[in-house]
């Protein structure tokens, strides 16, 4: 079972994500991707969609044109997850 992250590894999760914002309501993450067109946003899910598969831990995510948000949580620990923190981080990745 996976567990829930603790405040202080929480804490720790959130200032190693910078660009992300903590949703206190959902104890969840979610940041705003902003791409050129709707090509590059499109292309960006796709990248996304192949790191949620291999570590079978899926985001939740809309898109309108050039824009992605994501929301990451843990449904089964009823939280936020170190699996949450570990997708934000190879989300980051694909940007650099």
Excluded: C
């Amino acid at each position: 079972m996976v567990e829930q992250l603790s405040e202080a590894e929480r804490a720790d999760a959130l200032d190693g994500l910078p660009d992300w914002d903590y949703d206190e309501s959902r104890d969840a993450i979610t940041r705003t991707f902003t791409f050129a067109d709707f090509s590059e946003a499109f292309a960006f899910m796709t990248r996304v969609a192949l790191l949620a598969e291999k570590a079978d831990h899926h985001p939740e995510w809309s898109n309108v044109w050039n824009r992605v948000e994501i929301t990451l949580t843990t449904h089964d620990a009823g939280g936020l997850s170190g699996r949450d923190v570990e997708m934000a981080e190879a989300i980051e990745g694909l940007l650099e």
